[in-house]
């Protein structure tokens, strides 16, 4: 079995910045790619930002020069740095991770439960 779980989330000024951490435990024998998606409400859950195993991250376009993702491997651990917040960030962001848990098992994508953040204007 295999947990992440996600913190850092709040409420925030537009322009504010945030740190979110994600922190994967349990039956871990490796993490490919470890990433971030959001989910505004009565919208579509969608990509935010991803780094590969490797630490080669890539950004959705209405992120990019804003998020900044990084990961500690050490700690089995993601982070999402948001700054210059806009009010349309507003939207419960969840993380995820490709976790093998045994050597000959298959790469599961595993999700937290969602940390909120909002943006006031």
């Known amino acids: 079995q295999v947990q992440l779980v996600e913190s850092g989330g709040g409420l925030v000024q537009a322009g504010g910045s945030l740190t979110l951490s994600c922190a994967a435990s349990?039956?871990?024998?490796?993490?490919?790619?470890m990433g971030w998606y959001r989910q505004a409400p009565e919208k579509q859950r969608e990509p935010v930002a991803a780094?590969?195993?490797?630490?080669?991250?890539n950004y959705a376009d209405s992120v990019k020069g804003r998020f900044n993702i990084s990961r500690d491997n050490a700690k089995n651990m993601v982070y999402l740095h948001v700054n210059s917040l806009k009010p349309e960030d507003t939207a419960v962001y969840y993380c995820?991770?490709?976790?093998?848990?045994?050597?000959?098992?298959?790469?599961?994508?595993?999700w937290g439960q969602g940390t909120q953040v909002t943006v006031s204007s």
């Open positions: 780094v590969t195993g490797g630490g080669i991250p």
């Open positions: 349990g039956s871990i024998f490796s993490i490919n790619a």
């Open positions: 995820n991770a490709q976790v093998q848990t045994s050597s000959d098992s298959p790469t599961f994508r595993y």
